[in-house]
């Protein structure tokens, strides 16, 4: 079988970059399709991955798509970047045979992984009753795999842990145990600063080792794919440690609620002395255009005294940025 004895869906919509094939667009996909047992294998463009795979890219409409997804809108459903994911059963990403799709509804994929997390700590019968020591104890699982950086916290380290927890007694489940320790700014927009600590010799985010030894045993953070991420269903920028506020998710999954949520950095930039990479305070900001505006300094002199670049000094002079400032 192939593209041409297939039927496309009725009234396909325009979404993104996404629309209908013409017969010449299928005619030229067929020329790229090499059938392999009962998979239909991409020999087109493709594009690779940050975990490692290849996917199928074509050109449509002047713009470079994903041809898997291309297929799935004309052949399946409305594809929806935000919503679902589209994987192989044939373990082949370069496979695009429509009857090889199967889709994951991101959203209910997160709702499960969160029902997990509550169903595994409504199985413990460990009550807490003031003392967070022994609740924390209690909490621990009894066999708990060393992998990676990760591995069993000892009675000693989770007591000498407990004077850097803030927490809620009368609210120990439902709110945020936040971190007072050493932190570490995560390297991306949105500036997040998740809590660190030694464990044997090395630093370890605190809320993976936390999840670790009450939840389930973790694999190791991929960083190029983003997955095994441990996500927070709270609203604490990455310090809450609560169990009950964590699940195993992705990168990508962790985008997209934060968009649900309305929290994420694409709809609330931050800006100005808010922005992770900012170097000077609002006061900073006036007195340099104050300086450039009264006393007249040279831009390099000003750049100088604030140990930035001139060329930054005179865009925040000329109100190109920090405008809100002025």
């Known amino acids: 079988m192939t593209f041409n004895q297939l039927y496309k869906r009725k009234n396909i919509e325009e ?25 239909w294998i991409w020999n ?34 409305t594809y929806k970047q935000s919503e679902i994911q589209i994987e192989n059963i044939c373990l082949n990403s370069k496979c695009i045979n429509p009857s090889h799709f199967k889709s994951i509804n991101l ?11 509550k169903s595994i700590l409504s199985q413990k019968t460990i009550k807490f009753t003031g003392d967070f020591l022994q609740f924390l104890i209690g909490l621990r699982r009894p066999k708990i795999l060393t992998i990676g950086k990760l591995g069993k916290m000892s009675d000693e380290y989770i007591e ?32 997040h600063k998740h809590g660190v600590r030694k464990f044997k010799g090395k630093d370890i985010y605190i809320h993976r080792l936390i999840y670790h030894n009450i939840i389930e045993d973790l694999p190791e953070y991929n960083t190029k794919s983003l997955e ?5 269903t709270c609203q604490s920028d990455g310090k809450c440690i609560n169990p009950w506020h964590l ?26 002395s808010n922005h992770y990479k900012n170097k000077l305070s609002d ?26 670049h001139p060329s930054y000094v005179c865009e925040i002079c000329l109100n190109k940025c920090r405008i809100s400032h002025e």
């Open 15 to 39: 979404i993104g970059y996404f629309g209908e094939l013409s017969d010449k667009n299928i005619n030229n996909i067929q020329k790229k399709v090499k059938i392999v047992d009962d998979c």
């Open 44 to 77: 087109g463009s493709t594009k690779k991955l940050k975990n490692g795979t290849f996917v199928g890219r074509l050109k449509f409409n002047s713009h470079p798509v994903n041809i898997k997804h291309l297929i799935y809108h004309n052949y399946i459903d």
């Open 107 to 117: 959203k209910n994929k997160t709702d499960d992984k969160i029902n997990e997390v």
């Open 160 to 191: 000498r842990i407990l004077p850097l927890v803030e927490f809620n007694k009368n609210q120990i489940k439902q709110d945020c145990w936040i971190w007072k320790g050493r932190e570490r700014t995560q390297t991306n927009k949105n500036g």
């Open 228 to 232: 095994n991420q441990i996500n927070h």
């Open 247 to 272: 699940y195993l998710g992705s990168g990508y999954s962790n985008i997209l609620n934060s968009i649900e949520d309305k929290t994420s950095i694409i709809l609330n930039p931050k800006k100005g």
């Open 283 to 308: 006061e900073q900001v006036r007195e340099i255009r104050k300086l450039r505006k009264e006393d007249n300094k040279k831009y390099k002199d000003i750049a100088k005294k604030f140990k930035i």
